[in-house]
């Protein structure tokens, strides 16, 4: 009996405690890259049995189409530019996301959760802007993208015509130290295994405490690598030996929960930074369909694939297709562990609802995309899709890159449009003649944005905007990009 009672508190206790959050993040993952989304000559089981046991967003979007800006939006619920971070920061850049800003990491660790990051942080390049300065307790990492470093995407030494020729050894980085250095692709086909070992330590460290983890891996980002195990596993190559090693590792952190009897308790978010780029060809993913790729505002850049899994909420094999995003993360984190959303302005939108499977719920209405510093280049609102002139990269008319390679790619101006995203998701068809009331209703909608976040675009000032943190980098800038 005393045994029975036991059990029934500590029952009673789990089903009272508040969830443990993991958010797994890959890097140039593409719309269409998973199984269930649309990836093939590999398979994706693992992130396929997520899916079947969660729910999985056909309408997600990161914050920005590239990676630094990405990841700011996805840990502060900002659009990126609120807090004057964009673009991909490197070794040299002189600014840093601001500590004062709050994260998830330091949201949760003030409501007694333990915090770690595993993987690419891209958020400031030393110390102290690096993860243990943002609310984790512990990490192990790249700083930066994983092809920032001296060499070419073949692991080969350039020379000093080479913008890389300047770059520092590529460190991992164990807290605030560098303890090893990063010198050639096979260490690189190493990483995948090194962040899941880690992270799934840090399941078992920390199974009786509620936890977040923030795993963010290098891959698929160029140069891709894939260890011994997984080598010539896929029909698709490299690419798709590298997805199906981050497929397992996947598995192994779902695993890690399973072992620890965590899976119910547990708010498991998978996802990506920015779509797919498309330069590299074979050793890029795909956008399912989706116009154009990373670095853009086109949905190929921005919409991503996301599956939520918590099994004690959300019910099992459903999709939801209203618009959501990475900068939403941060709220519904907070409502879904009882914690309060930061005193600051954010424009994250709590989506809980959404996971609930609540009826009609529709919290979030619009989103805006932005890119570069601060233009404003497009809105959406319900299905439909404006986008404002700018001038953009595209991958179209030029054979991509082969094996490591790099094509090159051009640039374009990029007109008014008006898209119907429910029947053009591919952005083909510009119906701005035939509706133009939509296309003056969002274009008063995007003004009240710029309003309030400004746009280069227009000559329109940021009033809301928060600086981000200026310090003078260790690594000086490149002959070559000095003015």
Not at 192 to 221: C, V, W
Not at 285 to 311: A, S
Not at 347 to 353: C, K, P, Q, Y
Not at 415 to 443: C, F, H, I, R
């Amino acid at each position: 009996m005393v045994l029975i009672a036991a059990l029934s508190i500590n029952a009673s206790a789990q089903s009272t405690m508040r969830p443990n959050i993991v958010i797994i993040f890959m890097d140039d993952m593409g719309y269409g890259d998973p199984e269930c989304y649309s990836g093939v000559q590999y398979s994706t089981p693992n992130i396929n049995r997520l899916a079947a046991q969660g729910m999985r967003f056909t309408n997600f979007y990161s914050a920005q189409a590239v990676c630094t800006a990405s990841r700011a939006g996805l840990l502060t619920g900002c659009y990126p530019n609120r807090l004057g971070i964009y673009g991909a920061f490197f070794p040299w850049t002189a600014i840093a996301l601001n500590p004062k800003e709050t994260t998830i990491a330091s949201m949760l660790k003030e409501a007694g959760y333990k915090t770690g990051m595993v993987g690419k942080w891209h958020l400031g390049a030393e110390a102290p802007y690096l993860p243990l300065n943002y609310g984790f307790d512990e990490y192990l990492g790249l700083p930066y993208s994983n092809d920032m470093w001296p060499l070419d995407d073949l692991g080969k030494p350039v020379n000093d015509s080479n913008v890389r020729f300047y770059y520092p050894p590529l460190p991992l980085i164990d807290g605030n130290k560098a303890v090893k250095q990063i010198t050639s692709l096979e260490e690189q086909a190493e990483l995948t295994t090194l962040y899941t070992r880690k992270a799934t330590g840090f399941i078992d460290k920390n199974k009786n405490k509620p936890f977040f983890l923030y795993l963010a891996h290098s891959m698929p980002h160029v140069p891709i690598a894939a260890s011994e195990k997984f080598r010539g596993k896929s029909e698709r190559g490299l690419f798709g030996d590298v997805m199906i090693e981050l497929d397992w590792s996947v598995g192994e952190v779902m695993n890690a929960l399973k072992k620890n009897d965590l899976e119910k308790n547990t708010l498991l978010i998978f996802t990506s930074d920015n779509g797919p780029w498309l330069t590299y060809g074979n050793h890029a993913g795909n956008t399912g369909g989706l116009r154009e790729g990373k670095g853009t505002t086109f949905e190929g850049g921005q919409r991503e694939p996301c599956i939520v899994r918590w099994p004690s909420k959300i019910a099992a094999g459903t999709v939801c297709n209203k618009i959501t995003s990475a900068i939403d993360l941060l709220p519904t984190i907070a409502a879904a562990c009882g914690v309060k959303v930061p005193s600051n302005k954010i424009d994250g939108i709590n989506v809980l609802s959404l996971l609930l499977g609540e009826p009609n719920a529709n919290p979030r209405k619009e989103f805006v995309y932005y890119y570069h510093q601060n233009s404003l280049e497009a809105i959406r609102k319900g299905k439909w899709k404006l986008i404002f002139p700018h001038r953009s990269v595209t991958y179209k008319d030029q054979l991509p890159g082969k094996d490591g390679t790099r094509a090159g790619w051009r640039t374009m101006d990029v007109e008014l449009a008006l898209y119907d995203l429910s029947t053009d998701p591919g952005e083909t068809l510009d119906l701005q003649m035939e509706y133009p009331e939509v296309v003056n209703e969002l274009k008063q909608l995007a003004d009240s944005y710029r309003a309030r976040l400004g746009d280069d675009l227009t000559n329109v000032p940021c009033t809301e905007c928060r600086p981000a943190a200026a310090f003078i980098p260790s690594t000086a800038l490149p002959p070559m990009l000095r003015k």
